[in-house]
């Protein structure tokens, strides 16, 4: 069997935050990107709050690279880069993941990747009344939580607790993959939820706490958001995060769980032991 071995972040220095990021991830196109509901320079504005606060420089988030070919072949297939598929046999120490998936939108894209694989667990929490509705793709949700209109904090916190504690003593993975859209927010065109600010980041904090505890390593990756203010909603999440112990240099805060933060809607990693956002 072929194993494919990737450097790519093998030197982030032990001093940086678990935040990748890179100014490209900003898009514009001669202006029409501000037709569009969704806010495409938010990340940039979340590392700007991050700033202003204090809370990190340049010099101690992570970059974003770009991978070379051979750094995409650990995770996907040569015959077919395109299609987003985790390759458990070619990365070693995973062989099972979790997607908590909380946009507000079904995730049918990661769904339809992983139908069938029994390597992937996916929870879905997303408003049933709304875009897209793929039938097909639910038969790969685990644990699906199928919300109403306008539901506000106090069940969905509740909903968003009990099943992120389900989803991971159902089954413990070796990495969760966490999809925190900010389209669950009230006032949301497209999400049609009623999360407040405060719901948005106690929520963000109820799964990293769950993957602290059971020591599980987890991705963020920040997801939709059709609102100028989720930049700062999210700058203030991941401030809590980080002085509730839950994220920080490796090495810092208690526990084992390695967590990282993504700042675009997909997903990266940095270093090899973090919790990244």
């Not at 969704?38 to 101690?60: C, H, M, P």
């Not at 909380?102 to 992983?114: K, M, S, T, W």
Request: with cysteine; proline share 4%.
């Amino acid at each position: 069997m072929l194993v494919y071995i990737t450097l790519l972040y093998s030197r982030v220095p032990p001093s940086c935050l678990p935040i990748v990021y890179h100014p490209d991830y900003n898009i514009t196109f001669i202006g029409l990107e501000k037709l569009h509901p969704f806010d495409s320079g938010k990340w940039g504005k979340v590392i700007r709050f991050l700033k202003e606060d204090q809370f990190f420089t340049d010099r101690n988030i992570v970059e974003a690279l770009e991978a070379t070919e051979d750094d995409l072949l650990v995770v996907h297939t040569k015959r077919y880069l395109s299609r987003l598929k985790f390759l458990f046999e070619r990365v070693e120490g995973v062989s099972r993941a979790t997607i908590i998936d909380l946009d507000a939108h079904q995730g049918n894209g990661h769904e339809r990747d992983f139908l069938n694989d029994q390597r992937v667990f996916i929870m879905d929490m997303f408003n049933r009344h709304i875009y897209p509705g793929d039938v097909h793709a639910k038969k790969a949700i685990k644990r699906r939580v199928e919300l109403d209109w306008a539901t506000e904090d106090s069940e969905y916190l509740q909903k968003v607790e009990l099943h992120s504690e389900g989803a991971l003593n159902e089954v413990r993975p070796d990495i969760i993959v966490y999809n925190a859209g900010t389209d669950v927010l009230d006032g949301d065109p497209l999400g049609g939820l009623s999360i407040s600010p405060q719901g948005i980041i106690k929520r963000d904090e109820l799964v990293f706490r769950a993957a602290r505890r059971r020591g599980i390593p987890i991705l963020m990756v920040t997801s939709g958001g059709y609102q100028k203010k989720t930049a700062r909603i999210i700058a203030d999440s991941i401030l809590n995060l980080h002085q509730q112990g839950l994220i920080g240099p490796e090495g810092e805060g208690e526990g084992s769980a390695p967590m990282v933060t993504h700042m675009v809607g997909g997903a990266g990693s940095a270093g090899s032991a973090h919790t990244a956002v």
